[in-house]
């Protein structure tokens, strides 16, 4: 059984404080932040901010109410976001309790008062130096933001405020942003689109992040850091819920399809 499946069944003796906790315990019914002291003050029994399971526990939290509050920036949240929350659940095999957990942290993050800047500012202390980790939680939600085709400026305007929260620069967002678009495209339930094969080629190469005048070095470069950055196994190794390996393994797939589909090409 995942740590989360322990939690909810009450194996794990730990709770987490900060605003994080508060969101979590509303959620599951419980006050998980009670006698844990303030972020700044530390944590007085259980795990540590930047233990692995706590680590986790902040992801999966962070992943669905902010997932939420991105949905409702715009005003409305429309069944394509509301799809592609449920997918991010189905993709995690979600039941139960733990499903009904994430739906109810989606629908905290839609509420006018949701904590964006406390949680956040919990969640970047959480993780540490898992940059990685960071930027594959950014991915999330710029998938989720693209749910419905469009990204509004309401959402890219809370996109902006998460990247200055974590620490990413504009520049890495508007990367993030590229690929994510370019990936929608390029797959389409996991399949090349129907569109022109120039269109897909150009697509692949949005995926990587290079340009189509890049040469087979720079691509191979670009290729193998993307997959390290989200290599299934280093991630969860970093505090990546077990729940959530298939969607990184999903972007590693992605990522190889392009890569095989630019040397394809380049050898006609």
């Given at each position: 059984?995942?740590?989360?499946?322990?939690?909810?069944?009450?194996?794990?003796?730990?709770?987490?404080?900060?605003?994080?906790?508060?969101?979590?315990?509303?959620?599951?019914?419980?006050q998980?932040?009670?006698?844990?002291?303030?972020?700044?003050?530390?944590?007085?029994?259980?795990?540590?901010?930047?233990?692995?399971h706590?680590?986790?526990?902040?992801?999966?939290t962070?992943?669905?109410?902010?997932?939420?509050?991105?949905?409702?920036?715009?005003?409305?949240?429309?069944?394509?976001?509301?799809?592609?929350?449920?997918?991010?659940?189905?993709?995690?095999?979600?039941?139960?309790?733990?499903?009904?957990a994430a739906?109810k942290l989606?629908?905290?993050?839609?509420?006018?008062?949701?904590?964006?800047t406390?949680?956040?500012?919990q969640?970047?202390?959480e993780?540490?130096?898992?940059?990685?980790?960071?930027?594959?939680?950014?991915?999330?939600?710029?998938?989720?933001?693209?749910?419905?085709?469009?990204?509004?400026?309401?959402?890219?305007?809370?996109?902006?405020?998460?990247c200055q929260?974590l620490?990413?620069?504009?520049?890495?967002?508007?990367?993030?942003k590229?690929?994510?678009?370019?990936?929608?495209?390029?797959?389409?339930?996991g399949?090349?689109?129907?569109?022109?094969?120039?269109d897909?080629?150009?697509?692949?190469?949005?995926?990587?992040?290079?340009?189509?005048?890049?040469?087979?070095?720079?691509?191979?470069?670009?290729?193998?850091?993307?997959m390290?950055q989200?290599?299934?196994?280093?991630?969860?190794?970093?505090?990546?819920?077990?729940?959530?390996?298939?969607?990184?393994?999903?972007?590693?797939?992605?990522?190889?399809?392009?890569?095989?589909?630019?040397?394809?090409?380049?050898k006609?």
């Amino acid at each position: 059984m995942s740590w989360l499946g322990k939690f909810l069944g009450g194996t794990f003796g730990f709770m987490m404080g900060g605003p994080l906790g508060a969101i979590l315990g509303a959620s599951l019914g419980h006050q998980l932040d009670m006698g844990m002291g303030s972020l700044e003050g530390g944590v007085n029994q259980g795990f540590n901010p930047g233990d692995q399971h706590r680590v986790q526990m902040a992801f999966f939290t962070a992943t669905f109410s902010v997932m939420g509050h991105i949905a409702k920036a715009d005003g409305t949240v429309t069944p394509s976001e509301i799809k592609l929350a449920r997918r991010v659940m189905d993709e995690m095999m979600l039941s139960g309790e733990l499903r009904e957990a994430a739906i109810k942290l989606f629908d905290q993050g839609k509420a006018y008062d949701f904590p964006l800047t406390e949680a956040l500012t919990q969640f970047r202390k959480e993780c540490s130096r898992r940059n990685n980790l960071i930027r594959m939680f950014l991915d999330i939600q710029v998938q989720a933001a693209f749910a419905d085709g469009t990204l509004a400026p309401e959402e890219e305007n809370i996109l902006l405020k998460i990247c200055q929260i974590l620490k990413i620069s504009r520049l890495e967002f508007q990367q993030i942003k590229m690929q994510a678009q370019a990936q929608q495209r390029f797959h389409q339930q996991g399949q090349p689109h129907s569109g022109h094969p120039r269109d897909n080629l150009a697509d692949a190469y949005s995926v990587l992040g290079v340009s189509e005048n890049a040469n087979d070095i720079e691509i191979k470069k670009a290729y193998r850091r993307l997959m390290s950055q989200n290599h299934p196994d280093k991630l969860v190794a970093k505090g990546l819920p077990e729940e959530m390996m298939t969607i990184a393994k999903k972007k590693t797939q992605k990522i190889a399809k392009a890569y095989d589909l630019i040397r394809e090409y380049r050898k006609k």
